[in-house]
């Protein structure tokens, strides 16, 4: 039988991709970490993590785990909550990372007021999380989910830019024009392909690495962008654009959820999550 702790252990690890890391969150030495990985290999005869300078990566073998593991430490936080009415049932939450949370404000509360005894944490992975607020597109097959918006995207110029008279755009209209790069959009290879067909060059003056920060860098002068209609705000300084398309680029935001305690899941299956529009 495999015991509880060392799994504790082995998914600790495998979070957060550091033997040393992972001593630190469970506040136990590492020589105890490595043990526990090494006698779960044994008992299991499998390899769970290459192991180098960088620091470990889980095989295959350590993914099937991890799967496996965290459903096994949900269900005994839920058994020891059962017979423990105040014990804390830790849950994690991914948020991609270019998604304006600001916009879809209820989900957290809703989560947390469905029981008292759930303790959400922020993870760094989609992997590590039992729920998420995150593009369809980038959602693995072991989640469930619902749908909680779908938006378009708009160039972004500032108020004094040639283009700033207009409110819709063509693609026609990007020639020329000095763009700040979205290296994380879902869609980039889209509108790329689009480019590509009707022999439109772009030019590249920079990368962001946040839609906020794209946005100042646009009020600078530095270039303009193309974001999510989500990120709009109100600002005398930007003027935001339509683009026409003969078929809509969009994208699609779920709440994606797994691995989680019954009252949650069926708070989730059953509440209409309403779209938080900025006044």
């Given at each position: 039988?495999?015991?509880i702790?060392?799994?504790h252990?082995?998914?600790s690890?495998?979070?957060?991709?550091?033997?040393?890391?992972a001593?630190?969150?469970?506040?136990?030495s590492?020589p105890?970490?490595?043990?526990?990985?090494?006698?779960?290999e044994?008992?299991?005869?499998?390899?769970?993590?290459e192991?180098?300078?960088?620091?470990?990566?889980?095989?295959?073998?350590?993914?099937?785990?991890?799967?496996?593991?965290?459903?096994?430490l949900?269900?005994n936080?839920?058994?020891?909550?059962?017979?423990?009415?105040?014990?804390?049932?830790?849950?994690?939450?991914?948020?991609?990372?270019?998604?304006?949370?600001?916009?879809?404000?209820?989900?957290?509360d809703?989560?947390?007021?469905?029981?008292?005894?759930?303790?959400?944490?922020?993870?760094?992975?989609v992997?590590?999380a039992?729920?998420?607020?995150?593009?369809?597109?980038?959602?693995?097959?072991?989640?469930?989910f619902?749908?909680l918006?779908?938006?378009?995207?708009?160039?972004?110029?500032?108020?004094?830019?040639?283009?700033?008279?207009?409110?819709?755009?063509?693609?026609?209209?990007?020639?020329?024009?000095?763009?700040?790069?979205?290296?994380?959009?879902?869609?980039?290879?889209?509108?790329?392909?689009?480019m590509?067909?009707?022999?439109?060059s772009?030019?590249y003056?920079?990368?962001?690495?946040?839609?906020?920060?794209?946005?100042?860098?646009?009020?600078?002068?530095?270039?303009?962008?193309?974001?999510?209609?989500?990120y709009?705000?109100?600002?005398?300084d930007l003027?935001?654009?339509?683009?026409?398309?003969?078929?809509?680029?969009?994208?699609?935001?779920?709440?994606?959820?797994?691995?989680?305690?019954?009252?949650?899941?069926?708070?989730?299956?059953?509440?209409?999550?309403?779209?938080?529009?900025?006044?």
């Amino acid at each position: 039988m495999v015991e509880i702790k060392p799994l504790h252990y082995f998914v600790s690890a495998y979070e957060e991709g550091s033997i040393t890391a992972a001593a630190s969150r469970c506040f136990i030495s590492q020589p105890s970490i490595t043990h526990a990985i090494k006698s779960l290999e044994d008992r299991l005869g499998v390899i769970l993590f290459e192991r180098s300078k960088q620091g470990i990566k889980p095989t295959k073998e350590g993914q099937t785990l991890y799967k496996l593991a965290t459903d096994l430490l949900l269900q005994n936080q839920q058994l020891e909550a059962a017979f423990t009415p105040d014990k804390k049932v830790e849950l994690h939450l991914y948020i991609q990372p270019d998604i304006n949370i600001e916009r879809y404000c209820n989900i957290i509360d809703t989560i947390q007021n469905t029981s008292p005894f759930i303790d959400l944490s922020i993870v760094e992975t989609v992997d590590q999380a039992q729920l998420a607020i995150i593009d369809e597109e980038r959602l693995s097959s072991q989640f469930q989910f619902k749908v909680l918006n779908q938006e378009r995207y708009q160039l972004v110029v500032r108020k004094d830019h040639p283009l700033a008279t207009e409110n819709v755009v063509t693609l026609e209209s990007f020639k020329d024009l000095s763009f700040i790069e979205r290296p994380y959009c879902t869609n980039r290879k889209a509108f790329e392909r689009l480019m590509n067909e009707k022999k439109i060059s772009i030019t590249y003056k920079g990368k962001s690495i946040h839609d906020l920060q794209i946005q100042g860098l646009v009020k600078l002068g530095l270039g303009v962008a193309v974001i999510p209609e989500s990120y709009i705000q109100k600002d005398d300084d930007l003027k935001y654009m339509a683009i026409a398309l003969d078929a809509p680029i969009t994208r699609t935001i779920v709440l994606a959820y797994r691995k989680l305690p019954s009252v949650l899941m069926k708070a989730i299956e059953e509440t209409k999550w309403a779209y938080c529009r900025k006044k």
